[in-house]
């Protein structure tokens, strides 16, 4: 239970502000030094304080919009009701309107590794927005020591506390956590690569772990997406050789199949040419989009739609997904001698052009993208006309820390 605030407690917090120098840093704003504030004065033996954002501001507004950094142009322009551009150097943030414009907004250092002293909490990562009233924007406040800023006062605002808010809140009986956490222990050196290390100079790297969580397919629970590295034993006569695979795989979830493999396929391999790499990227319909190219023996890229396996028309469609072999489900595919192609069907190279403008204005989140080798870069943006004209993006997964943090988080 939250305790009562007296007016003993309100004194302190003036000292705690005062005082609290290892709490004050440049990046804390007018609102979060009140956040700070108000958990110190009314937090519970656990540190924890219901915090009525509504009752800390001084000035009107109808609609509060908390912004995540991971959040998409499409999911800010839906939320907000229009074009919205983050201040330089803001990671989340809080946007309060009055009728449709904005009044105030403040932004809060986005939690990375190590927290900032106060920052916002998004624990269900299948939406990256959130949006409140002033009658409902409750959420649950907490301070706890943080043992990499040498065990300071730290202070958080979990957005997602569904007996306080009721929006965009998973419900507390699935298990999904719990289930995808288990996979992601028993695969973790595959997803961090440590077994590989002497493969990185190939391109077969994936850091700390790439992951995301999101609602791809709209079912019942937030899709588990990750990278990781598979390898393959071909034998031919006598002859042995070991092919190592990037491979991205997506894992859903239900309270009566537990979880199933939906998508595994391979992205990215180290064998034989220079120009290969891939792209997994979210488009502004919301559709999951994959970019592959291989520079074998003949060069060829394409952009196919992610579609789960089951859901496929051609049942004898083989793994691997994102290939040559299968480029008739290809939403634009191209190979070095000149054929381009629709969904299987050879169009001219100005419909082909039209197309992959299209595409390419389409992009709106990348999660995935391929890896930089050394001497080459990200080979992504090297020889394609596509790309030449775009700068890296920065891709929105968590490492493998992060996203076991997050399920162990969910579960509590």
Same mark, same amino acid.
């Given at each position: 239970?939250?305790?009562?605030?007296?007016?003993?407690?309100?004194?302190?917090?003036?000292?705690?502000?005062?005082?609290?120098?290892?709490?004050?840093?440049?990046?804390?704003?007018?609102?979060?030094?009140?956040?700070?504030?108000?958990?110190?004065?009314?937090?519970?033996?656990?540190?924890?304080?219901?915090?009525?954002?509504?009752?800390?501001?001084?000035?009107?507004? #109808?609609?509060?919009?908390?912004?995540?950094?991971?959040?998409?142009?499409?999911?800010?322009?839906?939320?907000?009701?229009?074009?919205?551009?983050?201040?330089?150097?803001?990671?989340?943030?809080?946007?309060?309107?009055?009728?449709?414009?904005?009044?105030?907004?403040?932004?809060?250092?986005?939690?990375?590794?190590?927290?900032?002293?106060?920052?916002?909490?998004?624990?269900?990562?299948?939406?990256?927005?959130?949006?409140?009233?002033?009658?409902?924007?409750?959420?649950?406040?907490?301070?706890?020591?943080?043992?990499?800023?040498?065990?300071?006062?730290?202070?958080?605002?979990?957005?997602?506390?569904?007996?306080?808010?009721?929006?965009?809140?998973?419900?507390?009986?699935?298990?999904?956590?719990?289930?995808?956490?288990?996979?992601?222990?028993?695969?973790?050196?595959?997803?961090?690569?440590?077994?590989?290390?002497?493969?990185?100079?190939?391109?077969?790297?994936?850091?700390?772990?790439?992951?995301?969580?999101?609602?791809?397919?709209?079912?019942?629970?937030?899709?588990?997406?990750?990278?990781?590295? #598979?390898?393959?034993?071909?034998?031919?006569?006598?002859?042995?050789?070991?092919?190592?695979?990037?491979?991205?795989?997506?894992?859903?979830?239900?309270?009566?199949?537990?979880?199933?493999?939906?998508?595994?396929?391979?992205?990215?391999?180290?064998?034989?040419?220079?120009?290969?790499?891939?792209?997994?990227?979210?488009?502004?319909?919301?559709?999951?989009?994959?970019?592959?190219?291989?520079?074998?023996?003949?060069?060829?890229?394409?952009?196919?739609?992610?579609?789960?396996?089951?859901?496929?028309?051609?049942?004898?469609?083989?793994?691997?997904?994102?290939?040559?072999?299968?480029?008739?489900?290809?939403?634009?595919?191209?190979?070095?001698?000149?054929?381009?192609?629709?969904?299987?069907?050879?169009?001219?190279?100005?419909?082909? #052009?039209?197309?992959?403008?299209?595409?390419? #204005?389409?992009?709106?989140?990348?999660?995935?993208?391929?890896?930089?080798?050394?001497?080459?870069?990200?080979?992504?943006?090297?020889?394609?006309?596509?790309?030449?004209?775009?700068?890296?993006?920065?891709?929105?997964?968590?490492?493998?820390?992060?996203?076991?943090?997050?399920?162990?988080?969910?579960?509590?």
């Amino acid at each position: 239970m939250v305790m009562k605030r007296t007016v003993g407690c309100c004194i302190l917090a003036l000292l705690f502000a005062v005082l609290l120098t290892s709490c004050q840093n440049d990046k804390i704003g007018a609102l979060g030094q009140k956040f700070m504030d108000e958990i110190e004065c009314s937090m519970d033996a656990n540190g924890e304080a219901i915090i009525e954002i509504a009752a800390l501001t001084d000035f009107g507004w #109808d609609s509060m919009v908390a912004i995540s950094t991971f959040c998409s142009e499409t999911e800010k322009e839906k939320a907000l009701g229009f074009k919205y551009s983050k201040p330089k150097g803001a990671d989340d943030i809080l946007v309060f309107l009055k009728d449709g414009k904005i009044v105030y907004e403040e932004s809060f250092p986005a939690l990375i590794e190590h927290p900032e002293k106060v920052y916002l909490f998004f624990e269900d990562r299948s939406s990256w927005y959130r949006e409140f009233t002033p009658d409902d924007a409750k959420v649950l406040g907490r301070r706890f020591q943080d043992p990499g800023n040498g065990n300071g006062w730290c202070y958080v605002l979990r957005l997602d506390s569904k007996e306080l808010s009721g929006k965009n809140m998973p419900d507390s009986r699935d298990r999904y956590p719990e289930a995808y956490l288990d996979i992601l222990k028993a695969n973790r050196l595959a997803i961090t690569g440590e077994q590989y290390d002497e493969l990185f100079r190939y391109g077969i790297d994936t850091g700390d772990g790439k992951i995301a969580a999101l609602d791809v397919y709209g079912d019942e629970a937030p899709e588990l997406l990750y990278i990781y590295v #598979d390898e393959i034993t071909n034998t031919i006569g006598t002859y042995t050789t070991i092919d190592y695979y990037l491979k991205m795989k997506i894992l859903t979830y239900s309270e009566e199949e537990g979880v199933a493999t939906v998508f595994d396929s391979v992205v990215y391999d180290a064998a034989g040419g220079e120009d290969k790499n891939y792209c997994i990227y979210l488009a502004r319909d919301g559709e999951l989009m994959g970019y592959v190219l291989d520079g074998g023996i003949v060069v060829f890229y394409g952009f196919w739609p992610i579609i789960a396996m089951k859901d496929l028309v051609n049942p004898e469609c083989q793994e691997p997904y994102l290939s040559y072999e299968n480029r008739d489900l290809a939403k634009l595919f191209y190979i070095e001698t000149g054929l381009a192609s629709q969904f299987g069907n050879e169009i001219p190279e100005e419909q082909f #052009d039209k197309a992959g403008k299209e595409i390419m #204005d389409g992009i709106d989140l990348v999660l995935f993208q391929g890896p930089v080798v050394p001497e080459d870069g990200l080979r992504l943006y090297k020889r394609q006309d596509f790309w030449k004209d775009v700068l890296p993006f920065e891709e929105s997964c968590m490492t493998y820390v992060e996203a076991v943090a997050w399920l162990e988080e969910q579960m509590a």
